[in-house]
């Protein structure tokens, strides 16, 4: 009898989580799966700027990138195309298939050009992209593709505008759907969706990849909390990695399997 009154209560409360984990999201948010690169940009001095994902890469500050207060601890402050991060060529970086870049960014002006918040692509003046983001002339947001061949097509948002000063956090998700399918997101919201028609690729000479800039196309302002992930990331978790820094990182979400076990015991009646 009081097995069933305990298992009772114990249905009524794991309902009740799975109701609210529901409605948060959280039961599909497992951040560290995919996770191919994560630069927190906390060192606050320095030139060499670590890699927290188990990758463990290194990045060096180039030029006279500037440490500022971030959006979580510190961040990189970028001037012209000569500030950056260099982070060098790794197979890790030649995603295929889905991709999730973000960052918080911040302007100190309106580029009125291409700037890269992070990416890579072929040298030598090449089209063929392996992976990048940031604005366009117009001041929208922009996504670069890569296509088979070298082929490659701008995904542009122009009827988001940043305002200079305030801190961002920009996405974006490529996959494979429709042939190829880019979302972007400001502040967990997705604001442009539109088909690349293009796969996710390598660039065919695959490069570094540079924080900050990418062939001169320089991030006038401060980048913050830089991710990468081979996977797209769905909308809560975009939405929920927007509120966390590295220490916020490191704690993990409940899984999802930890109230299935329990429910397991309940219908057994322990």
């Known amino acids: 009898m009081l097995n069933k009154i305990l298992s009772a209560v114990i249905v009524v409360m794991v309902t009740s989580c799975v109701a609210v984990q529901a409605k948060t999201g959280e039961e599909d948010v497992n ?28 990045g060096t500050v180039k030029g006279k990138a500037k440490w500022i207060d971030g959006k979580f601890g510190k961040s990189l402050q970028f001037a012209g195309s000569s500030d950056h991060v260099l982070i060098g060529d790794e197979k890790v970086f030649h ?3 889905e991709i999730t870049q973000a960052a918080w960014v ?118 913050d909390e830089v991710r990468l992930w081979n996977r797209a990331l769905n909308d809560a978790e975009i939405k929920f990695s927007m509120q966390l820094g590295a220490k916020e990182f490191e704690t993990p979400v409940e899984p999802k399997n930890k109230l299935a076990v329990t429910w397991s015991q309940v219908k057994s009646g322990w």
Do not use: C
Not at 187 to 200: F, L, Q, R
């Open 106 to 223: 911040k302007l100190d002006k309106l580029p009125g050009s291409h700037a890269v918040i992070f990416g890579t692509r072929e040298g030598g003046g090449g089209r063929n992209i392996g992976f990048g983001y940031g604005m366009n002339p117009g001041n929208g947001l922009k996504v670069w593709t890569n296509g088979k061949g070298g082929g490659f097509k701008d995904i542009n948002d122009n009827k988001t505008k940043l305002k200079v000063g305030q801190w961002y956090y920009v996405a974006y998700t490529h996959t494979t759907e429709n042939g190829g399918l880019v979302r972007i997101f400001v502040n967990g919201t997705a604001t442009h969706e539109e088909e690349s028609k293009n796969p996710v690729l390598p660039a065919g000479k695959t490069g570094a990849v540079q924080i900050g800039t990418w062939g001169g196309e320089a991030w006038p302002g401060a980048v």
């Open 95 to 97: 995603i295929e298939g």
């Open 31 to 58: 951040l560290k799966t995919g996770l191919v690169l994560y630069m927190p940009l906390d060192e606050g001095k320095g030139t060499s700027v670590a890699d927290v994902s188990t990758n463990a890469l290194e």
